[in-house]
């Protein structure tokens, strides 16, 4: 038997006496869907669509303190975050929405997103900022890409409009305390959340280290909505188990918590990632400024290859993956991170050679559904942008189209690079292990494991227009929609022997 299988076959037999439940020692993807952190791949405004998202807290016994975090697509520069407090058996929802299309904005590049909620739970800051009408929201801010730190992407408020969000779990609230009776609902309300969530937040500051560690058991999901057209694309969220072992307390207005301060041992974090059966363990010291905590998370993410479906018909039916990189900007964000150089597995800082970019290659093999099959030359994709690299994604959240009467986007989407299929319906691998010269190799673990390929997430979405139909003498609106999550390959190697 050889090392690998050895490995596999202990941890088999450990699991069977002690339980998978010491997992949570580690940073993992949660395939049930429970964590610590949410990781939601993509939020989008165009077109009148809106994302209606949730978050649900499956402790009964605990309440929870979360960070709440949007991210803009291109450089995932934050535009909105604040802290949530959730009661035991809690669920938050929440709606992002286009300004102008709510009345509260003007249509064009100085149009930008925001979000709204009527929901109780307290939040600090509490999200009714502005008012129109009945309406109470809070806009979406570019402040961290037109500041002190601005870097070379667009500077518009519509950068605002698409991107991804992400939900870090910073403690738990326990009885008794002040925070836990300010936020758990009586009657349906929460009764000590205070103006604009200065109470409840008070209170959970006032704790501070003394907040006890979050011991997850969140889960989510998020929808993007068009109700005139009758589209739905609902997903659910990523959730990471085993990020820490400590509270993250952090007050509103910060960059922290964040998906850099992963612990499982002190500053060093540990990764478990299923490869072809096999439970590998990787330990990321902190010591290294380049091999850090943040590449336990990148390593649950890793993939050699995403695969999925395509179908495209004309204007009947459209086809757009959503191909999200989350921990990304911790490699190739310079103004944010000080890196001098891109961090690998990633290529290029952001901007370094073109303006709103930091792109990387990939390979592209599209097979229609008879096994007719083409791998693109020249660029890739089309139309091929002057000076980029070939088949190359270039931004954090990336939209590609599969189009071969145009470049529409059934999202709207403005982060999109286009494929022209073999055929009006497919499937593609999109190979991300890079190139000679460009191979996309994560820095290796303590153990010497290491992933290639990219850290990433996301799915497909399809639309099917039929148009009006007719029941009975009644003309039904009759479109259809569905997302289907992205499937995908590991690669891990080892400069001693197998990856265990």
Same mark, same amino acid.
């Given at each position: ?26 940073? $993992? ?152 009776? $300010? ?240 055929? $009006? ?21 303590? $153990? ?53």
């Amino acid at each position: 038997m050889n090392r690998n299988s050895l490995t596999t076959a202990v941890i088999a037999g450990i699991a069977g006496v002690a339980g998978i439940a010491n997992m949570a020692s580690a940073v $993992n993807l949660n395939p049930d869907g429970l964590g610590q952190v949410l990781i939601y791949p993509y939020y989008t405004v165009n077109g009148s669509q809106q994302t209606l998202l949730s978050v649900v807290n499956t402790d009964t016994i605990h309440g929870k303190a979360v960070k709440v975090r949007f991210l803009e697509g291109y450089n995932s520069r934050e535009v909105l975050d604040f802290n949530l407090f959730l009661s035991p058996a809690d669920i938050w929802t929440a709606a992002v929405f286009s300004l102008s299309d709510a009345g509260v904005g003007t249509a064009g590049p100085n149009d930008g997103a925001g979000i709204l909620t009527n929901d109780k739970s307290c939040t600090a800051p509490t999200l009714n900022e502005s008012t129109q009408g009945s309406l109470s929201y809070v806009a979406f801010r570019n402040f961290a890409y037109t500041g002190t730190v601005a870097d070379t992407g667009p500077t518009t408020n519509a950068r605002t409009r698409e991107g991804y969000f992400e939900m870090i779990s910073m403690a738990d609230i326990v009885s008794p305390s002040a925070l836990f009776t $300010n936020t758990t609902h009586v009657n349906g309300t929460p009764p000590g959340c205070g103006a604009n969530g200065t109470k409840a937040e008070a209170a959970f500051e006032a704790l501070g280290t003394a907040n006890p560690a979050p011991t997850g058991g969140l889960f989510g999901s998020a929808s993007v909505v068009n109700v005139s057209t009758g589209t739905f694309y609902a997903y659910n969220a990523d959730a990471i188990d085993g990020f820490t072992t400590t509270q993250l307390s952090s007050p509103t207005g910060s960059l922290s918590p964040s998906l850099l301060q992963a612990n499982t041992a002190g500053p060093t974090a540990t990764s478990f990632v299923f490869n072809n059966g096999a439970l590998l363990t990787s330990t990321y010291p902190g010591a290294d400024p380049l091999s850090r905590p943040v590449d336990a998370v990148s390593s649950i993410f890793e993939a050699a290859s995403i695969y999925n479906q395509y179908e495209n018909n004309g204007t009947a039916v459209g086809t757009d993956w959503v191909v999200t990189f989350p921990t990304k900007r911790f490699y190739v964000d310079s103004g944010t991170y000080g890196m001098t150089a891109a961090i690998p597995p990633f290529e290029e800082l952001f901007g370094e050679t073109t303006d709103g970019h930091s792109c990387v290659i990939v390979g592209i093999s599209i097979f229609d559904r008879e096994e007719g099959t083409t791998t693109p030359t020249g660029c890739g994709f089309s139309p091929c942008p002057p000076g980029q690299p070939p088949s190359s994604v270039c931004l954090e959240t990336n939209v590609i189209t599969f189009d071969q009467v145009g470049t529409a986007s059934i999202l709207a989407s403005t982060l999109t690079s286009n494929i022209k299929p073999v055929a $009006n319906a497919g499937w593609v691998n999109l190979n991300l292990l890079g190139t000679t010269g460009n191979f996309h190799d994560m820095l290796p673990a303590s $153990n010497l494991n290491t992933f290639h390929g990219l850290p990433v997430t996301g799915f497909q979405a399809t639309n099917f227009v039929n148009g009006s139909v007719l029941v009975n003498g009644v003309s039904n609106l009759a479109n259809y929609s569905g997302v289907y999550r992205h499937r995908q390959s590991r690669n891990c190697t080892n400069g001693v022997g197998a990856c265990s």
